[in-house]
């Protein structure tokens, strides 16, 4: 079982930056594709970054150039690095992290952006 816990989010303003951290812990040896969902208030949960074991990346059309996800496996850590922040980012960031039948999740951290 898989356990994952995110850290890093706050209130920021406009332009400003953050780093998100997702700490995994558990029994699975597995090393996994990793990555972000956000999720703001009265609206569904949707995709931000992902990577690969192997560090191949992908992202969410409205983040890219802006966020840069980075993982590093002997630390079992995954970051998501957020520049040029805006008020449309605000939401509440879960880390995920797929299996072969189901996705584990975190607890998700809060994310402001004052305009």
């Known amino acids: 079982q898989v356990q994952l816990l995110e850290s890093g989010g706050g209130l920021v303003q406009n332009g400003g930056s953050l780093r998100l951290s997702c700490a995994r812990s558990?029994?699975?040896?597995?090393?996994?594709?990793m990555g972000w969902y956000r999720q703001a208030p009265g609206k569904q949960r949707d995709f931000v970054a992902s990577?690969?074991?192997?560090?191949?990346?992908n992202y969410a059309d409205s983040v890219k150039g802006r966020f840069t996800i980075s993982r590093d496996n002997a630390k079992k850590t995954v970051v998501l690095q957020m520049n040029s922040l805006e008020p449309e980012d605000t939401a509440i960031y879960y880390c995920?992290?797929?299996?072969?039948?189901?996705?584990?999740w975190g607890q998700g951290t809060q994310v402001t952006v004052s305009s």
């Open positions: 995920y992290e797929n299996h072969r039948m189901s996705t584990s």
């Open positions: 990577i690969t074991s192997g560090g191949t990346t």
């Open positions: 558990g029994s699975s040896l597995n090393i996994n594709t």
